[in-house]
């Protein structure tokens, strides 16, 4: 693959990460302001912004709806409604690290589902990275120690739904045009969202609360949109990095925005956490390079048996 297109797909997952990570914050500020459903709603709203850039030429607008798995759409519509109302109650209730902390235990939910059903194998390490993390969760929480709430229950829900939509979206194949994919996460939060706000909805008064809703709303779309540009020019491996960086923006934001320092505990669970992550990749890596060097030792070896054949 060539350097500089795969360089340009990390940038663009660090780019969509530091969206998703912004878009958190705008949900945290509207905190007290609007009931969570209203916000996840605009999500909804403000990502058909994006769509005018995700359709391919060869696409009509009529994909959104257009699948050959219906039964996938609805689980990814379904799963992501409730992880964006989960998550933005989450971040209105919690502190933006421990809220990712929990968040971040997606993997290892994604693991046992794969694992379930979808009759994956899966790695020793790959499972030394999925517990470790969860030990790093459990240091953030220290469960018995500190009181649990709604916040965190509401942060669990979000990394259960993302794990329901990643096996969903796995279970629809490639077959599914890329805009019903993009669809489908924002038809949820729009009927399932919507219907749940009614009873508590407000029309929003001031320009901030605009301004925040459209940076929670369209900064969230705009992620899904690099994510999908990234994915194109480098490997999942080395796109789901980056994905750890949300945790730095999370401390920055908790620290100075929103004057919540973290304690030496939590410090210590996020970096157990992170690493966790950074073990998984670690590996991949030196999976993938023992793979492209067997496969270059073969190529010489076919090349010099052509060499004597071709002698002889």
Known sequence: MNTAFLSSGMMLAFAAFSAFSISDAYSKLLAGQLDPFEVA?????????I???????????????????????????????????????AFMLLSMPEALSLMFLMP?????????????????WAWLAVILGFVGV??????????????HLCALIAAVANAVGVIAYRLAGTSTPRLSLFGSSLFGPLIGDGALMLAHAHWPHGVKTWAFLFG??????????????????????RVAL???????????????????????????????????????????????????MKERRAAKQRAQAQYVVSRN
């Not at 709603?41 to 912004?49: A, K, M, N, R, T």
């Not at 005018?52 to 709806?65: K, L, W």
């Not at 929670?216 to 491996?237: C, D, S």
């Not at 730095?248 to 690493?275: C, E, K, M, N, R």
């Open 41 to 49: 709603f605009s999500g909804g709203v403000f990502g058909f912004l």
């Open 51 to 89: 769509i005018p850039f995700i359709r391919r030429p060869d696409e009509s607008y009529r994909d959104i709806f257009s699948t050959t798995h219906p039964l996938m759409w609805l689980v990814r519509a379904v799963s992501i409604f409730a992880a964006t109302a989960a998550s933005v109650e």
């Open 108 to 124: 290892l939910f994604v693991t046992i589902l794969s694992v379930a059903l979808l009759h994956e194998k899966v790695s020793g």
């Open 138 to 151: 459990l240091i953030v929480l220290r469960p018995g120690v500190r009181a649990m709430h709604l916040g």
């Open 216 to 237: 929670y709303g369209f900064l969230a779309a705009l992620g899904q949109l690099l994510m999908m540009m990234a994915t194109e020019r480098a490997p999942a491996n």
């Open 242 to 292: 980056p994905q750890y960086s949300q945790m730095l923006w999370a401390v920055a934001f908790s620290y100075f925005l929103f004057h919540q320092p973290l304690d030496g505990w939590t410090f210590v669970g996020i970096v157990v956490v992170t690493f966790s992550g950074m073990l998984n990749w670690i590996r991949q890596r030196i999976r993938y390079r023992h793979m492209a």
